[in-house]
């Protein structure tokens, strides 16, 4: 037996045929009924409008659809939708067939939770998180980098131009410190003052670690943290 769903759906968009049985209901008993009895009301008008595109146009589409069993149970499919064409030539039923992605759609949903609680985590923490390709020579900034170093969000991530904001006397020292990781693969840290894109003084300390490939380092990533306040009650004390 298929573990997908094969259905075909008249224009009234009744069940014309399914290839295996569903929620208690066996297969012979699901043809003839409404679509209605088994899509949820709120997927619905994305579901006509696929059934549209089939009978009115002869597309192929598809969409993702959830259904609610009679225990609760959430069920995600792939459902993708191709016209039967009949002697004539015109678009007699629509051939839909769905495939289960629950686990999928449910991974998927943890890794949005997990990084959404990241990004709440480093806000609290007033930590921001990088990553240099090296390779493509491209760098990924998390949001709250952005709030450090006094950017906007929809601005690109600065590659060498942040160097500029440390202080002056500093340079020299957060370069070197920037570039050993690169020569002798492993990890690295440095603690320096910057004036950010906003005007702000900042203390920051630099966590980054290498990945190498053949003895050549193609990745570098790690953390910024803002530890300003840190800093100034040290100061203080002093």
């Not at 595109?53 to 149970?73: A, C, D, I, P, W």
């Not at 020299?172 to 950010?196: D, T």
Request: contains cysteine.
């Amino acid at each position: 037996q298929s573990p997908d769903f094969i259905i075909t759906l008249n224009k009234e968009l009744k069940l014309t045929f399914v290839n295996h049985d569903y929620d208690g209901f066996a297969a012979s008993e699901m043809v003839g009924r409404s679509v209605h009895e088994f899509v949820r009301p709120e997927d619905m008008p994305a579901f006509r409008d696929c059934c549209k595109r089939v009978f009115e146009k002869g597309e192929r589409t598809e969409m993702v659809l959830q259904t609610n069993t009679s225990s609760g149970e959430k069920m995600v499919f792939s459902a993708r939708f191709s016209p039967m064409v009949g002697s004539e030539g015109v678009v007699t039923d629509a051939l839909l067939i769905a495939t289960e992605i629950t686990e999928g759609e449910r991974a998927r949903k943890q890794l949005i939770y997990n990084y959404e609680r990241l990004l709440e985590a480093q806000k609290v923490a007033l930590v921001g998180s990088w990553d240099w390709n090296i390779v493509e020579n491209t760098l990924d900034w998390s949001p709250q980098m952005f709030e450090i170093f006094g950017l906007d969000e929809d601005e690109p991530s600065p590659m060498e131009e942040w160097v500029k904001l440390v202080m002056e006397g500093d340079r020299e020292r957060v370069r070197e410190a920037m570039i050993k990781p690169l020569k002798e693969p492993g990890p690295g840290s440095v603690q320096f003052k910057i004036v950010n894109y906003s005007g702000e003084d900042k203390w920051l300390y630099v966590q980054g670690r290498t990945e190498a490939e053949n003895g050549e380092v193609k990745r570098m990533y790690g953390t910024v943290q803002d530890v300003t306040e840190s800093v100034k009650k040290s100061e203080a004390l002093e």
